[in-house]
């Protein structure tokens, strides 16, 4: 399947975490850098879409640190040992964005909400949404990339999903065979 979209190196791709690039723990959160594990064919994934993006961003709600289950730093170090591991693939990841507020939190900077995009738009140039995909295993993360006016496809899981993305595969390495 090709998605039949003209990506060049202008294009930005925003992948969600959990589910996508790592292994997701079902209702759990990664807390060590030992329980974060690769999804099968996400490294070579990751090293053609460095060829293929001007910019490849991690979008990633993680509340786990407002309920005091992690230290902000010691996600940022989960971040920084990820982005390593890709970089000596092959790949890169341009910037990382947590957001670390409850659900309910009435200011809340999570997806499905826009802030993350918005902040990436701000501090890298030449950001434009109409040429962005979304990648994601759950409906707040298609809902996140559709507000945003983004090619959505989703990473099929064990999550239900009643969002209506462009595009579904079952790994983000069937995915970067379409491209």
């Known amino acids: 399947m090709s998605l039949r979209l003209s990506i060049d190196a202008s294009w930005t791709l925003f992948l969600d975490r959990d589910g996508v690039i790592n292994e997701r723990l079902i209702n759990d959160y990664v807390l060590k850098q030992n329980e974060f594990v690769f999804c099968d064919g996400a490294l070579k994934a990751l090293e053609k879409f460095n060829a293929c993006f001007k910019y490849v961003i991690v979008v990633t709600n993680q509340q786990c640190v407002a309920k005091g289950l992690i230290m902000k730093e010691d996600l940022d170090l989960i971040h920084q040992n990820m982005s390593e591991k890709i970089r000596l693939s092959g790949g890169l990841i341009t910037k990382v964005f947590a957001a670390t507020e409850l659900k309910e939190d009435p200011l809340s900077t999570r997806k499905p909400n826009s802030y993350m995009a918005i902040q990436a738009q701000?501090?890298?140039e030449g950001i434009d949404f109409s040429k962005s995909i979304m990648v994601g295993d759950t409906d707040s993360d298609i809902e996140f990339g559709k507000r945003l006016g983004m090619t959505?496809?989703?990473?099929?899981?064990s999550e239900k999903c009643i969002s209506s993305p462009d595009f579904?595969?079952?790994?983000?390495?069937?995915f970067s065979l379409a491209i």
Request: aromatic share 12%; no cysteine; hydrophobic share 45%.
């Open 168 to 174: 579904r595969f079952a790994t983000l390495y069937d």
């Open 122 to 124: 701000k501090e890298l």
């Open 152 to 157: 959505t496809v989703l990473i099929e899981s």
